[in-house]
């Protein structure tokens, strides 16, 4: 019987409460399909910074270092906020990336049947369904690159930073990319801005490149600004889009909110191999933390992503996707509730998920 090793990086704000009800599915879902899990708890971001003074302790990627996959909550909250950048929560957030390698974001953005109709576009636009998976490069690019001050030639205070890919970089998503649409619809979209930036002019010789290996996937290339149009004049149109790290965070979250509410999106970082963290897109929502009032729905789906990334489940992994969609016929947290739908609590919500499974 496999064991798996997971490290829970509760966090901070409904982080603890939505990541207790993912450990309850996982539990129920390791029963049925008969592998064992244990966990270790690590501390990263504010409550981190409560206990040690730092927002990701060395024991943490430690911790995370020998465990099959880690699952994060959600870090951050009002109570850091006035803190200097390398300080605060978020920063754990960064370091834990670089520490684990985790240099491909992978975010789903797909709407459950049972909640087509809260995409803020209209239905014939998303056409009854919407499955694009956007691979993320998560390691590098301007959010790592060298940064900082200095005098403007026009003698005001200035600040840059730097778009940097090396090849090697953009090969190693690219590959990510074009592996997971051999899985699904075998389309790939690169986005860059090449007519302008030449980290992207060697972003795309590189996808294109790496396309050879890959015969069967139909490869297009648009320039970023294109893409953010596209995503909500024609959705449909996409699969696998590939980008890198800035592009990607602000096109993953246009493309989240197509299908609907933040509290069931789910978000898989991948290393080398098959180790991975996986979280929900949200944060900790500090405004409703305590409450028992949090959508546990996107973490759980993140132990859905887990087990088929991570943990070579595929079919536990469907199991929960489809517990979660049965689930939401009837019941939903206050975030999603419609007039025909059960208000439940962040821990029956979980509780429901498990008797669907
Ligand atoms: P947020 O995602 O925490 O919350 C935005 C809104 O969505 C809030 O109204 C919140 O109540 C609601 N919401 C979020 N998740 C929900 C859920 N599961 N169920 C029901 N409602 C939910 O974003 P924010 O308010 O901008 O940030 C709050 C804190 O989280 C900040 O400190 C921010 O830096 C941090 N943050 C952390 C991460 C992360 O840990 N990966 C990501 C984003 C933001």
Redesign the pocket.
């Known amino acids: 019987m496999s064991n798996y090793k997971i490290t829970l990086l509760k ?5 603890p409460e ?1 990541v207790d009800e993912a450990v309850k599915v996982l539990n129920k879902t390791a029963e049925k399909f008969n592998f064992t899990v244990e966990y270790d708890e690590a501390l990263m ?2 409550c981190a910074i409560d206990a040690t003074g730092m927002p990701l302790p060395q024991e943490t990627i430690d911790k995370c270092k020998a465990s099959d996959s880690v699952l ?7 109570k ?2 006035n803190l200097p950048g390398s300080q ?3 920063a754990g ?1 960064l370091g834990i990336r670089g520490a684990l390698g985790l240099f491909a974001n992978l975010r789903p953005s797909v709407i459950f049947e049972p909640l087509q109709g809260d995409s803020p576009i209209k239905d014939e636009i998303i056409g009854g369904k919407l499955d694009i998976m956007i691979v993320r490069e998560l390691t590098g690019g301007i959010y790592f690159g060298k940064r900082g001050r200095c005098d403007h030639e026009n003698g005001t205070p200035a600040a840059w930073d730097t778009e940097m890919y090396s090849e090697l970089e953009v090969e190693r998503i690219a590959r990510v990319a074009f592996d997971m649409a051999m899985k699904r619809n075998k389309k790939v979209t690169s986005v860059d801005k090449a007519n302008v930036l030449e980290s992207s002019r060697l972003w795309r010789e590189t996808v294109i490149r790496v396309s050879k290996d890959y015969p069967e996937v139909e490869l297009n290339h648009l320039y970023v600004d294109n893409c953010a149009m596209q995503l909500v004049r024609n959705p449909r149109q996409f699969d696998v889009i590939v980008t890198s790290n800035i592009f990607g965070d602000i096109l993953s979250d246009e493309a989240s909110m197509i299908a609907g ?4 999106l789910a978000s898989a970082s991948l290393a080398e191999g098959s180790f991975g963290l996986y ?10 933390a305590g409450q028992g ?7 759980i789906l993140s132990v859905a992503m887990m087990l088929r990334y991570s943990l070579n489940q595929p079919e536990a992994a469907d199991a929960i996707e489809n517990a979660v969609n049965e689930t939401l016929k009837t019941y939903r ?4 509730l419609s007039a025909d739908t059960k208000k439940v609590s ?1 821990s029956e919500m979980g509780d429901m998920v498990c008797a669907a499974l």
């Open positions: 966090g901070d704000g409904i982080g939505i971001g504010g994060l909550g959600a870090v951050g909250g009002p850091w906020d605060r929560p978020e957030l509410s933040i509290g069931m979280e929900p897109i949200h944060g900790s929502a500090p405004d409703i009032i949090a959508n546990p729905l996107a973490t947290t206050p975030d999603i962040c």
